[in-house]
């Protein structure tokens, strides 16, 4: 096949997966009601433009909304880049790198706000490709999966051309400023969290991350550490721990806003956020700003997954229940879990009162007596009979208290689902 034909055939085959990609965006209308991505209340950002003609590093932020019950996924395997309507575009190239969100959903119903920030590089032959078809945008597109619904999100990116001076790029130095080695200078620092609070409130073991909007002038190499401070401390002097280092380069432009790592949450209390700056520090007016704006959050003594997490038997809840051969055990899935533990008790145990987990409204996670009977199940199970071992152990027209279990690796106790009752079948 001669290199005309090959083209020609690289070119159909291209159009085909952008085809594909946009059938999982637009194929289900019905379910935009359920899940919104980059709409006019969910607004997706990009902060700076793209030169023409450069490899061009940007903070891509992925904003929006969806109902998720338990745990979600939002996910996708691949971008591309187009010029005008993305559903009859022929795409300029394409970003195999995927991306994957876990969000964690509401008990009350109510749908989940959800953000999360994509580094990505846009290469020179693409932005001079677009700018030699007279565009003065480039679309970057998305196919998604939010919790199994498909949605398409879409990116519109400014070209500028790098002959031309970008915002902020050709201001002379404030009397007084500092010059630092990276020429980077840094206006304004505003922290908050994924909703746009600049305050939070979340349960137990709550999935939470805040983002660091930043100003600045010139271009240069940014670096600071994400710090916190947990409720040990918080009730007096609070001590601040590393959670991440930040090193990032900042290109010429206005704004950049960072993500930071997942926020810890596993302890009740008030907790202290903040982002500290390294290199270099924070100039307004001439003057040094404080480098510790501080954002806060409480984390109340529920568990996300202790509110949600009641295992069922034969898909409805066990109350009184009889237990039989054929009973079958299920429950939903927690992250990170290392194996699950069903547990039988012969008589209502008593909590441990050195559990780690004490609270007037908790499940406790150990209790001071083992276990009459029970399985351990690797962490891909969710669901089970009784072995005949198990059902030996049982005494026949007897009521047992009974349990699921999460445990990590170390043993520590992940969730712990209400004792629920059953009765033996008589003999």
Not at 79 to 87: E, I, N, Q, S, V
Not at 142 to 167: E, M
Not at 239 to 268: C, H, I, M
């Amino acid at each position: 096949m001669n290199r005309p034909a090959l083209k020609r055939s690289a070119k159909i085959g291209y159009r085909l997966a952008l085809l594909c990609l946009l059938a999982l965006g637009y194929a289900l209308p019905s379910s935009a009601q359920e899940v919104e991505l980059c709409s006019s209340m969910q607004p997706c950002s990009v902060a700076r433009p793209v030169v023409i003609g450069t490899d061009t590093t940007l903070s891509v932020v992925w904003r929006g909304r969806a109902f998720f019950d338990r745990i979600g996924d939002v996910s996708s395997d691949v971008g591309y880049f187009t010029l005008g309507d993305p559903a009859s575009s022929e795409p300029l190239g394409m970003v195999r790198r995927p991306l994957m969100e876990r969000i964690s959903g509401s008990a009350d119903g109510q749908p989940t706000a959800f953000s999360f920030s994509e580094t990505l590089t846009v290469p020179a032959a693409i932005s001079t490709q677009a700018a030699a078809q007279g565009a003065r945008e480039l679309s970057y597109v998305r196919p998604f999966s939010v919790n199994g619904i498909p949605v398409t999100g879409v990116q519109t990116l400014r070209l500028a051309d790098p002959a031309a001076p970008l915002p902020n790029t050709a201001r002379s130095l404030p009397e007084n400023s500092e010059v630092t080695a990276s020429g980077l200078i840094l206006r304004r620092l505003a922290l908050r969290f994924d909703d746009g609070a600049p305050v939070a409130s979340v349960s137990r073991d709550e999935a939470l991350h805040a983002e660091a909007i930043i100003h600045y002038d010139r271009a240069g190499l940014l670096e600071a550490v994400w710090e916190v401070a947990t409720p040990a401390t918080t009730r007096g002097q609070p001590v601040f721990r590393r959670l991440d280092n930040v090193r990032e380069y900042l290109g010429a432009g206005q704004q950049s806003n960072l993500r930071s790592p997942k926020l810890p949450t596993d302890q009740p209390g008030l907790y202290l956020l903040r982002l500290r700056l390294v290199q270099p520090t924070l100039e307004q007016n001439g003057t040094r700003e404080p480098n510790d704006i501080v954002l806060r959050y409480q984390v109340s003594s529920r568990s996300t997954h202790e509110a949600q997490w009641v295992p069922h038997l034969n898909g409805a809840r066990a109350v009184a229940a009889t237990l039989g051969a054929d009973t079958e055990f299920t429950w939903p899935a927690i992250a990170t879990t290392h194996a699950y533990q069903l547990e039988f008790y012969a008589q209502p145990p008593e909590p441990d009162a050195a559990d780690e987990r004490p609270g007037p409204d908790r499940v406790p996670g150990r209790f001071t007596q083992k276990p009459t009977t029970g399985l351990v199940l690797k962490s891909n199970t969710r669901s089970t009979r009784l072995s005949s071992a198990v059902l030996h152990r049982l005494e026949p027209g007897t009521t047992y208290s009974w349990r699921v279990v999460a445990v990590d690796a170390s043993g520590r106790v992940l969730a712990a689902s209400p004792l629920q009752t059953l009765r033996t079948e008589e003999e």
